[in-house]
């Protein structure tokens, strides 16, 4: 079983960030999973959602280094990953990092950007290290990308290519409040912003010890099997024009271990697994034009594949 002490810190960490985001426990834990796994978050939904307070009050809840990047066109890639300047005087060189090089990183809009701007996180996302001429520099552990963007909004947007899609753990989507979780959020609101009380209830070796612990939840040979043929189900559908990567694959596997240990388990059940499955898959499966044409989404085809693929027992 999980020791009550991580179970404790979760809880610590989930109930501090619910201060800040009425109803929305699920987005609350997945951004959690992100963050325990050594993932990246892109967060998408309409404006006025609560998708940066999420992300600032989780900052706010952990004592690490934030940083938030607006992005616009204007930003230019040494913006975000820093950049060398030469001083004629001495004849050397000094690096000047840039907003990466903190251990949470807040890329706001991250799709109304270039794409070359876009592509410089590419590198810290996936290596955890950035590469500013000819040099590499090591990006602060632990380290997490939270970047939102908006789905409706297309003008002045640039989309995120599929590389840059792949790198992220979970896609998030926040939803309308209801009824009551409204009122509460404007009761909350006629005075102080609460997300500017909000104090930390974990260090970074909080976090580096959850994310070890979640590498020693046990994923048995079923589960793994279970996940490759889910994994082969849309690689071979008809209206899939690119099936989940081997990476995605892994990514399921490492977002399903999250999970059990967000339960409390010290194992992964084929339930984690499909309560993952959508967050982990549904921005990574490539439609082509005929089931887009028949409005088909991607949360259909896994759908179909869950539906399809036997779940294994459990003592497999």
């Known amino acids: 079983m999980v020791e009550n002490s991580h179970m404790e810190l979760i809880k610590k960490i989930r109930d501090n960030i619910e201060t800040v985001i009425v109803g929305k426990q699920q987005p609350i834990d997945f ?7 050594g993932g990246h978050a892109l967060i998408e939904d309409v404006p006025g959602l609560g998708k940066t307070s999420m992300v600032s009050a989780l900052a706010g809840s952990v004592d690490l280094s934030f940083q938030r990047i607006q992005f616009t066109p204007d930003v230019l890639p040494s913006d975000v990953t820093g950049f060398t300047m030469y001083h004629i005087s001495t004849g050397e060189k000094e690096f000047y990092p840039g907003a990466v090089m903190s251990q949470v990183i ?8 270039s794409p070359k701007t876009q592509s410089a996180l590419l590198q810290a996302m996936q290596e955890k290290q950035v590469t500013v001429d000819g040099e590499t520099h090591e990006l602060p552990h632990p380290f997490m990308v939270c970047a939102t963007q908006n789905p409706v909004e297309l003008t002045g947007t640039y989309p995120l290519p599929e590389a840059q899609l792949d790198r992220f753990l979970l896609k998030i989507s926040m939803g309308y409040p209801s009824l009551s979780d409204e009122v509460t959020i404007l009761e909350r609101n006629k005075g102080e912003d609460q997300a500017k009380k909000i104090k930390p209830v974990a260090t970074a070796e909080d976090i580096i010890t959850l994310q070890k612990t979640v590498e020693r ?10 996940i490759v043929e889910l994994a082969g189900f849309t690689r071979s559908h008809n209206d899939v024009s690119l099936g989940i990567s081997p990476r995605a694959s892994i990514a399921l596997m490492r977002a399903s271990m999250g999970f059990a240990l967000l339960e409390g388990r010290d194992h992964v059940l084929p339930d984690d697994v499909q309560k993952m499955m959508k967050p982990v898959l549904e921005h990574r499966i490539i439609l082509n034009p005929h089931a887009a044409a028949q409005n088909i989404s991607t949360g259909n085809i896994i759908d179909s594949a869950l539906r399809a ?8």
């Open 217 to 226: 939840i046990k994923c048995a040979s079923g589960i793994l099997t279970y």
């Open 309 to 316: 693929t036997p779940v294994p027992g459990m003592g497999k």
């Open 106 to 113: 807040l890329a706001d809009e991250i799709n109304r950007t």
């Open 31 to 37: 951004l959690i999973i992100c963050l325990m796994c």
